[in-house]
């Protein structure tokens, strides 16, 4: 090959340079002339030793002058075709667009907001209070004395002396009756802590819904009332309602309620251990002594409370068997509501 052929080749090297569509067809151009084995220039590389000594710099320079020009030729060609080169799938505009998932409410959201709305319409206002709360509010002003089991350090989240995690939403309710005068007629939703070891049936936060209506002539018979409505706008017209004494350190007397099950209907099942009841809640008239520790005078009102899990609401009602599902935030179970 001689000297005078080396132009020509140039030319036909960078049209194919710039003919090249894609990346791939560039490579192949590529391979064709600066190939190892069989590239035509590495071809002419190696025959510079072979070339009459007088003609021998002048080809070699020739060459390598070509090597250098197709080099850069490539790596010009290959930038632009992979500016150009779209990065993944190209975008059907013309497409309807995805619809973004709508999320929903969390159950425990939705049974909150149901009570709230029952509760409601017989006038109770909603009250929010503090999670972290003093023992004042918490144990004292609910008339739990000092020496209760409740106050053990080991059933409470201690945050530091005299201050902790409310154990009821009753805190709020004391709050509410040291600003205000009676009437008083509120429901506190919320959380509440117990450091109780987690199991199905147990959560160290769990959340209640507690209610108090004081004013002067209240009666156990409006108690009776408003929580058997309660019942049968939450659970249904169909459930029967039993009141059953017990004790609170709050209430005197006490009382827990109990609904005919929500499953047999009250034939008795597992469900209900064969009882054909389940308790939903606890309640009573509220004890003088707490009437006393927010400055209301026992002698001119009276007044009943209520408190009950919300959880435990929500697992009845849409018959979930483990609590700990409801804070595992799995949507396969959230997305079911
Ligand atoms: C004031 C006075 C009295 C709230 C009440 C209960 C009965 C009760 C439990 C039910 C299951 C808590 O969620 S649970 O673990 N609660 O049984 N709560 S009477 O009584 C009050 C509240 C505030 C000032």
């Given amino acids: 090959m001689g000297l005078e052929e080396i132009g020509p080749l140039r030319e036909r090297a960078l049209s194919l340079i710039r003919a090249a569509k894609d990346l791939a ?15 035509r220039i ?11 000594a007088d003609e021998r710099a002048r080809f070699g320079q020739a060459v390598n002058d ?3 020009a197709v080099t850069e030729h490539l790596a010009a060609r290959r930038a632009a075709l992979e500016a150009a080169a779209p990065r993944g799938p190209m975008a059907d505009v013309t497409m309807p667009g995805r619809r973004p998932p709508l999320g929903r409410l969390h159950p425990i959201t939705r049974a909150t907001r149901e009570m709230v709305e029952i509760f409601g319409r017989l006038g109770f206002e909603v009250v929010e209070g503090l999670e972290v709360e003093d023992e004042w509010h918490n144990f004292v002003g ?24 409310r154990t ?11 600003k205000r005068k009676p009437p008083v007629r509120i429901i506190a939703p919320g959380r509440v802590y117990r450091p109780d070891t987690v199991d199905a049936s147990h959560s160290n936060m ?4 507690e209610g108090l209506w004081v004013e002067q002539g209240v009666t156990f018979a409006d108690l009776k009332g408003v929580l058997a409505m309660f019942a049968r706008a939450f659970f249904g017209p169909q459930v029967r309602t039993r009141f ?4 609170f350190p709050f209430t005197e007397p006490s009382a827990e309620m109990y609904v005919s099950c929500l499953l047999c209907g009250g034939e008795g099942c597992p469900a209900c251990k064969r009882k054909g009841w389940m308790e939903i809640l606890g309640c009573g008239m509220v004890d003088p002594n707490v009437f006393e520790a927010v400055g209301y005078d026992p ?23 483990d609590i700990r599902l409801f804070f595992e935030n799995d949507v396969r179970f959230l997305r079911q509501f």
């Fill in 299 to 321: 002698d001119q009102v009276t007044g009943f409370a209520f408190g009950m899990g919300i959880d435990r609401q929500a697992m009845l009602k849409y018959a979930i068997h």
């Fill in 206 to 209: 769990f959340h209640q819904l």
């Fill in 168 to 178: 009821q939403t009753s805190t709020v309710q004391v709050r509410v009756m040291e």
């Fill in 244 to 247: 059953q004494p017990s004790y």
């Fill in 25 to 39: 067809a560039l490579e192949a151009v590529r391979v064709e002339w600066l190939g190892r084995k069989a590239g």
């Fill in 66 to 68: 070509l090597k250098s």
């Fill in 142 to 165: 609910l008339n739990i004395p000092p020496e209760h089991p409740a106050r053990d350090p080991l059933d409470n989240y201690y945050l530091k002396d005299r201050v902790l995690l």
């Fill in 42 to 52: 590495t071809a002419l590389l190696k025959s510079i030793p072979t070339v009459a």
